[in-house]
Each structure stands twice: as C-alpha cells, then as structure tokens.
C-alpha cells in the first residue's frame, strides 16, 4: 500500500500530470484539483473560480466550504463512485475517490459550476443547508457578481467529466507513473471529442437512438442500447429524448410499433397474432390493448374498416 501511494505521489506531483489537470479543466468549464486522504492539495487547483476563492475567504463560510468538501468525498468513498452534489452555496461540485483495496487514498475534486437552467428539473442532493447568499450577496456585490460568472455547465456534461475523472482515478492505482501519463492523455483527447459531438443538435444527438429503433422495432429494446448508441449516460437520454419529441422512449416506440401494425394489417393473410409479434409484442392481448388505446378500434376492427 505504502509503495502505491509512494507511485501515486510521484505522479501526481509531475508536471506533465498537472498540465493534464489543466486542460482538462480548461475543456470541461470545471475547476479540479487533485488531495490526499486529508484533503491536503497534491495538485495546483486548476481553474479555480473567483466566486470560490473569495468566499473561502469568509471564516464562516469557509468553515462550510471544508464540512462540503469532507462529506462529498467521505460519499465518494462510501460509494466508490463520483458523487455529485451542491455545496451549501448552491455551487456544484464533484468528488471522484482514488481508492486501493476498499481503502480511500485521496480524490479528485472538480465543479465550481451551476447548472444550465434549461435542466432545472433535474434533482442534484445538497448536503449542506443553504448559506444565506442573498445577505451574502448585498453586503458583498462583488461577490455576486463572480456569482454569476461562474460556468452554466449540462448535467450530461457534467456526468462525462465525472466518467473521466473516475478512469483517470482507477488508472492512478492500476497504473502509476509512465504509463498512467500516457493514458490520461488519451483520456483527455477523448473528452474534446466528446466536446465536439457535445455541439451536435438534440435531433442529431438522438439520431442513431432514432435509426436503431426503426431498425430493431420488432426486437425487445432497452434504454441502455438506446444511450449507448448516442454516446450518452442513460439518465441524460431519458430527460433529453421526450423534451425533442414531446413523449417519453417507451411510447414513442410503441407509436412507431402501432404504425407499422396498421400497415401489416392490411394483408389480410396476415393473423393478428403474427402481426403482434412481428412488431415486437411478445403478448397479443397487450398487443390488441396499446392498438385500441391508440387508434380507438382493435386490430380485427380496424382491419374491417380498411378493408371497405
């Protein structure tokens, strides 16, 4: 253990190792630093936002600042994944534990960040109660003002950074030294190309969700194909699939189910228990029960009436 955290040390004192840091918090819009199992700084806070550095210069609320830091990555560590949260002035940051053998050695802690308004419904845990801000905020309006300045960031960005940040963490214990440089390189290449797709349209980000289900109607279609394909997190998909089509995964596949029913339907050699399964419905009752919630007929008497 001692000669893994020696490893540890060394790397992430390097220069190069700090120079990675640096980008990669240059590309995410989040401040990151890298601490040991104390909280003690190995790194140099790699964009750090005024907002943060002047608040923490207000004992009480520094006092805060350190409770939020402690419990985020306690969390970390109790879950042994990124937790993300808000600290108890409504900023969001991020804790990633480097962990060895159920043992926490220290993290990488990212954020200084609100999120975007436009994801206002999604819930993020704060550990902390409120600071009183808008007191805060009148006596100090300087302070308001790096407030507001601080980055609006995704939540899927956000969660994408966080992903990052664990594979830079497990590369730390796995493979420290040369090697762990070299990969978090890649992973830092990786992430600006994620940047660049991060620029797409919702529509084209749905896209291949889009292509796969015309394609795999008729199969059993999970969530977690549907994200994969988009190079998404399920949770980010979820919420951002029915803002662009106005209706959750589920019905917007059965809709396209129910249409290409309709169409089969017109063959009359066609039995309704064939056309249930063709169009993936393993059960023709439930099948006939989405037909008629949908179309207000059963299949049998819609085909009746085209057939006229």
């Given amino acids: 253990m001692n000669d893994t955290w020696e490893k540890l040390y060394d790397t992430v004192r390097t220069k190069e190792f700090q120079s990675i840091q640096d980008n990669l918090a240059k590309s995410s819009d989040l401040a990151i630093i890298t601490v040991d199992y104390k909280g003690r700084p190995l790194t ?76 206002s419904e999604v819930e993020i845990e704060q550990i902390y109660r409120p600071s009183d801000l808008e007191g805060l905020f009148t006596d100090n309006p300087m302070l308001k003002a790096d407030y507001d300045e601080l980055p609006l960031v995704s939540f899927h960005k956000i969660e994408a950074t966080a992903k990052i940040l664990q594979t830079i963490c497990k590369y730390m214990v796995q493979n420290p030294g040369e090697k762990l440089l070299d990969e978090l390189t890649s992973s830092v290449e990786g992430f600006n190309h994620f940047e660049k797709r991060n620029n797409l349209t919702n529509e084209e980000l749905l896209k291949p969700a889009i292509h796969y289900i015309s394609e795999h109607y008729s199969e059993k279609i999970r969530l977690k194909q549907l994200a994969h394909v988009c190079n998404v997190s399920e949770s980010y998909f979820s919420r951002l699939f029915p803002k662009n089509y106005g209706k959750n995964v589920t019905q917007y596949i059965n809709d396209i189910r129910i249409n290409k029913a309709k169409l089969l339907l017109s063959n ?12 993936g419905y393993d059960d023709s009752s439930y099948f006939i029960k989405c037909f008629k919630k949908s179309n207000g007929v059963t299949p049998q008497e819609y085909r009746k009436a085209i057939g006229q």
């Fill in 44 to 119: 140099a806070h790699s964009e750090c936002s005024s907002f943060c550095e002047k608040i923490r210069t207000i004992p009480e609320y520094a006092k805060l600042c350190e409770k939020c830091d402690s419990h985020g990555g306690l969390e970390a560590a109790r879950s042994k994944e990124p937790f993300i949260y808000l600290c108890h002035a409504n900023v969001i940051d991020v804790a990633v534990p480097i962990m060895v053998n159920d043992m926490y050695l220290g993290g990488i802690m990212a954020g200084q960040i609100r999120l975007d308004p436009s994801e």
């Fill in 268 to 279: 009359q050699e066609m039995t309704v228990n064939y056309i249930a399964r063709v169009c």
